[in-house]
Nanobody, 122 residues
Framework: QVQLVESGGGLVQSGGSLRLSCAAS????????MGWFRQAPGKEREFVGA????????LYADSVKGRFTISRDNAKNTVDLEMNSLKPEDTAVYYC???????????????WGQGTQVTVSS
């Protein structure tokens, strides 16, 4: 198993930027594809972006494409989510997660962090 801890959340004004980071420990980090998900109050958890084991492939939700960028550093066991041009509708708890393959499906991710709150004010 891999243990995941997110950081970097906070309060930002609409149009601003935040960078989330997820630190992994436990099993070999490079064995896993990594994803970012988010959950707003009263809504289901939704896919944001994902990156393959080596970082060569990425996937994004249409709602964040062009604004968010996911990257990873296998030497440091971290995966980051750079968020630009933030909107109030991006407000949610953001989670990183690990999967055996690159996927957009919540059910494919077996290991989850505790989440970090992102709030975008209008």
């Amino acid at each position: 198993q891999v243990q995941l801890v997110e950081s970097g959340g906070g309060l930002v004004q609409s149009g601003g930027s935040l960078r989330l980071s997820c630190a992994a420990s436990g099993r070999t980090f490079s064995d896993y594809a990594m994803g970012w998900f988010r959950q707003a109050p009263g809504k289901e958890r939704e896919f944001v972006g994902a990156i393959s084991w080596g970082g060569g492939s990425t996937l994004y939700a249409d709602s964040v494409k062009g604004r968010f960028t996911i990257s990873r550093d296998n030497a440091k066991n971290t995966v980051d989510l750079e968020m630009n041009s933030l909107k109030p509708e991006d407000t949610a708890v953001y989670y990183c997660a690990a999967a055996s393959w690159l996927s957009t499906k919540t059910s494919d991710y077996r290991n989850w962090g505790q989440g970090t709150q992102v709030t975008v004010s209008s």
